[in-house]
């Protein structure tokens, strides 16, 4: 993978050229409206926005969402295209790789609901990743990863995807969670909770070992969320009850591509 600035100047001439991503269709709304229903006033982080489509989907169902990314560029196509839903929807730039940068710029336990769609293959340290949502994450809130599979793409497409052990590690110390596959594009999503209480495992420093002990025996309650890393592992994913994917309209017209 390229890293750093230049894997940044990669995304920012891909939305400076008005290229976008594969479409939230109707049915991935619909079954992301019935994975997290907002209740009153809730807020929802989404990491790694692009053009905004997805965040623009929270904000419909009645999250006030902030969108964030590092690229100047896709941040600006987020404002300019969503500018109506102001201020259900606000965008900033943000390097959520970059611990510091997220401390000091985001509120701790300030989203009922993190997003990461298409974008947690591209971040590098996925275990730091898991402990920076945590922390973001208010008591019961719920991350909620979207991602393309290795398992399902040709290895010269593998960065764009998870493999069985990132999903392992996405999953590892979250006591519940429940999964659907999005078949047809190949896509998984997993919702895992925060404990609705606050508990030690969000601490820092002894507070997290004790919590690694914690978490180490409540794995088998992670039940669902489980149940998809291992079928991964075995290639065997199948959707959730209802979970065909029909091809709906775009959310918004122009500018987005099928693939990623
Ligand atoms: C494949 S695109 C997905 C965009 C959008 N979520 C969607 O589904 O259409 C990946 C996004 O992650 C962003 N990204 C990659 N690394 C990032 C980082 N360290 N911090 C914030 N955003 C990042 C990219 O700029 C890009 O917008």
């Given at each position: 993978m390229v890293s750093g600035a230049s894997e940044r100047d990669h995304w920012d001439r891909h939305f400076a050229a008005g290229n976008g991503f594969r479409r939230v269709d109707a049915h991935e709304a619909r079954l992301l409206a019935g994975a997290v229903p907002p209740r009153a006033g809730a807020r929802a982080l989404d990491v790694g926005?692009?053009?905004g489509t997805y965040a623009a989907v929270l904000a419909g169902l009645g999250y006030r969402t902030l969108a964030v990314d590092w690229s100047e560029a896709a941040v600006a196509a987020t404002r300019d295209r969503y500018a109506d839903l102001e201020p259900r929807l606000s965008a900033r730039r943000l390097d959520f790789a970059d611990a510091a940068e997220v401390t000091a710029r985001l509120p701790r336990a300030g989203f009922d609901l993190v997003t990461m769609r298409l974008a947690?293959?591209?971040?590098?340290?996925k275990t730091a990743v898991a402990d920076r949502v945590r922390g973001l994450l208010a008591p019961g809130g719920h991350w909620l990863v979207t991602t393309c599979l290795t398992d399902r793409l040709p290895a010269e497409r593998h960065r764009i995807g998870l493999s069985p052990d990132d999903v392992a590690t996405m999953t590892d110390g979250w006591p519940h969670g429940h999964w659907y596959d999005l078949e047809l594009t190949g896509m998984l999503c997993v919702a895992l909770r925060q404990p609705a209480a606050p508990s030690?495992?969000?601490?820092?420093g002894k507070a997290a070992g004790r919590g690694r002990a914690d978490r180490a025996r409540r794995r088998p309650a992670l039940g669902t969320a489980r149940a998809a890393v291992e079928s991964c592992r075995r290639g065997t994913a199948r959707p959730a009850p209802g979970a065909a994917v029909r091809r709906g309209a775009p959310q918004r017209p122009g500018g987005e591509s099928e693939r990623v």
């Open positions: 926005c692009g053009l947690l293959a591209f971040l590098p340290d030690r495992e969000n601490g820092r």
